[in-house]
């Protein structure tokens, strides 16, 4: 089973990805780190050459040519679900968990913006107001996610037991 982690950045995809691959004792796949390790380059210089739309059209190839371990956890960029079909392909090749959170308390988390080409010249005002408006515009299909969980005070224990409920994981 691939789990798919989605959800906006800072929510704590890439840390939650690594804590359950550890409960699950299976590998995990950051796509993010995955497209610097094939480019060669941060995703901030990638959006710098290449533009938003370069970006997506690679993290869409990424997502669908993986050759993915029969078991793994899976950390998604924020904004690659509301992109071409990716949200339908997760849904119909692994789990989704949709990990939500407050706009508030994804500002609290998102102190490294340099990292994050979309958000990287705003203060916390700005970014506020950001994340209030592209939430209302991915939430859509965030929310396609086959599980959605609070992720402010998640532990990756409570993660495996939802995951073991609804999809009979070993
Ligand atoms: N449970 C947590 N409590 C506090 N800070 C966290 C927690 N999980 C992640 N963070 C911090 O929040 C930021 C975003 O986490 P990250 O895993 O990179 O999110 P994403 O991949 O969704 O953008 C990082 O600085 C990380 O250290
Ligand atoms: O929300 C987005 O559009 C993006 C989120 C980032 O991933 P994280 O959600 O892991 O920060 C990264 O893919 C890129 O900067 C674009
Ligand atoms: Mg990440």
């Known amino acids: 089973m691939k789990i798919f982690l989605v959800g906006f950045m800072g929510c704590g995809k890439s840390t939650k990805a690594k804590q359950l691959a550890h409960r699950l004792e299976c590998p995990v796949i950051d796509l993010d780190a995955e497209i610097v390790q094939l480019t060669g380059k941060t995703i901030a210089e990638y959006f710098a050459e290449f533009g938003e739309s370069g970006f997506r059209n690679l993290e869409r190839e990424t997502l669908k040519t993986f050759n993915y371990p029969e078991t793994c956890v899976v950390a998604t960029g924020g904004g690659l679900p509301c992109f071409f079909d990716n949200m339908e392909w997760m849904n119909e090749n692994g789990a989704t968990v949709y990990l939500q959170m407050e706009p508030a308390a994804l500002v609290s988390r998102l102190h490294n913006r340099q990292k994050r080409p ?6 916390d005002e700005q970014l506020l107001e950001f994340i209030k408006m592209k939430l209302q515009e991915r939430d859509p299909f965030y929310t396609k996610a ?8 998640l532990d990756a224990e409570k993660l495996e037991d ?4 609804k999809h009979k994981l070993a």
């Open 118 to 123: 979309l958000i990287k010249d705003m203060d």
């Open 146 to 153: 086959q599980i959605i969980v609070n992720a402010f005070d």
């Open 162 to 165: 939802e995951l073991k409920a």
